[in-house]
Every structure is written in C-alpha cells, then in structure tokens.
C-alpha cells in the first residue's frame, strides 16, 4: 500500500462510517494522546518502569497504527500529500546529513 492509497483508505472510512473529521484542533489533540499511548508501551517494553494490569492488553503495533491514522486524518484536512512530504523530508535529510552521522565519533 502507498501512503497515497493510506490516505484514501483513511478518507473512505471517515465518510462511511465517522459522519465527518473531527476538527483539526481536536485530532490535533487526538493525536497527542495517541503518541503517549505509544511512549507508554515504549518505557514499559524498553524502559525501565514495569507493566500494570491496565497496560498488557497493550499492542505496540497497534498503538503505532492509531499514531500514523490520526496523522493521516490531519493530512487529509489540511491538503498535505504525505507522499510528496515523505519523499521532500527524506530527500532534505538526504543532502543535510549525508556525512554527518558517518561522522560522528559518538556513533
């Protein structure tokens, strides 16, 4: 699947079954919740806090999927092709970074 296509399969489901997009303001908001949700899972699985009983029905797979619709609803409302974005962000990386983590000492 494309992000192009992610996007449509997004926008479909809002019109069949979500009535309409939640404003941009609250996705936005949405959003931020969706990533503590992952940044949870993420301390307990890698960090150093443990699980409580409300967490292990967690999946991180599936926390990381709620991240990536939410930000694909907001690119839907805002008129962002994340396929452009993408290819444009990875291209900028690219020319920016093309020596500097080869070298860094620290790596």
């Not at 997004?10 to 992952?38: C, H, P």
Request: net charge negative; proline share 0%.
């Amino acid at each position: 699947m494309t992000i192009q296509e992610a996007q449509e399969q997004v926008d479909q489901w809002i019109k069949t079954y979500g009535v309409r997009y939640f404003s941009e303001l609250t996705n936005m908001a949405i959003l931020t919740e969706e990533v503590g949700e992952l940044a949870r899972i993420m301390a307990r699985t890698y960090g150093d806090q443990s699980f409580k009983k409300s967490d292990l029905s967690k999946n991180l797979a599936d926390e990381m999927a709620d991240v990536l619709w939410v930000l694909l609803c907001l690119a839907n409302q805002t008129g962002v092709d994340m396929e452009d974005a993408w290819r444009k962000n990875i291209e900028k990386k690219i020319a920016r970074d093309a020596d500097r983590h080869l070298n860094n000492s620290k790596l």
